[in-house]
C-alpha cells in the first residue's frame, strides 16, 4: 500500500481544489438565478460598458498574476537557498496568483448576474480553465525551484 501523503504539496492541490471547487459553485448559483429569473437585470446601456470594462480587467488581471509570479520566482532562486524556504515563498507566490485569478472569474460572475449576459460567462470559464491549469504539480515545483525530488519528499 502506497504511504499517505500529507504536507505541503498535499494541503497545496487541496487548497488549489477547494478554490476552484468554490469558483465552480458560483457559476452554478449565479446560472441559476439568472435561469430563473430571480434577479432584475440591469438595462442594456450598461451590458455594453461592463463588457468592455470586463475584457480589459480579466486579461490585465491575468497578465498581472502571471508576471507576478514569474518575478516571485525569479526572487526565490536568486535568494532563497534552501529547500524548505523555497517551497513556502513558492506557495505564497502560488496563493497570490490564484487570488488575482479568482478576482477575474469573480468579477465576470458578478458582470454575468447584473446583466444576464452570457458572454460573461464564457469569460469566467475561460478564466476558471486558465485558474485550472495553474494548479500544482510534483514535477513544476521540483523544476521552478530547483529543487530535488528528494528534497520535496523531506518537507511532506
Known amino acids: 500500500m502506497p504511504r499517505q501523503r500529507t504536507g505541503f504539496f498535499s494541503s497545496l492541490r487541496l487548497l488549489h481544489l477547494a478554490l476552484f471547487a468554490g469558483q465552480c459553485l458560483l457559476?452554478?448559483?449565479?446560472?441559476i438565478l439568472v435561469m430563473k429569473e430571480r434577479i432584475s437585470f440591469a438595462d442594456k446601456s450598461t451590458d455594453k460598458?461592463?463588457?468592455v470594462i470586463s475584457v480589459l480587467l480579466s486579461f490585465a488581471i491575468v497578465y498581472g498574476a502571471i508576471a507576478i509570479k514569474k518575478r516571485r520566482l525569479k526572487e526565490i532562486l536568486a535568494t532563497v537557498a534552501n529547500?524548505?524556504?523555497?517551497?513556502?515563498?513558492?506557495?505564497?507566490?502560488?496563493l497570490l496568483q490564484w487570488i488575482l485569478l479568482e478576482t477575474a472569474v469573480l468579477l465576470n460572475l458578478v458582470c454575468f448576474?447584473?446583466?444576464g449576459n452570457y458572454a460573461f460567462t464564457a469569460m469566467a470559464v475561460?478564466?476558471?480553465?486558465?485558474?485550472?491549469?495553474?494548479?500544482p504539480s510534483r514535477l513544476a515545483i521540483v523544476w521552478k525551484l530547483g529543487i530535488t525530488e528528494e528534497e520535496l519528499d523531506a518537507l511532506q
Not at 475561460?126 to 494548479?135: P, S, W
Open 27 to 31: 457559476l452554478v448559483v449565479s446560472l
Open 113 to 115: 448576474i447584473v446583466t
Open 49 to 51: 460598458t461592463l463588457q
Open 83 to 94: 529547500a524548505k524556504a523555497r517551497v513556502a515563498a513558492y506557495k505564497r507566490a502560488c
Open 126 to 135: 475561460t478564466v476558471m480553465i486558465f485558474y485550472f491549469l495553474q494548479g
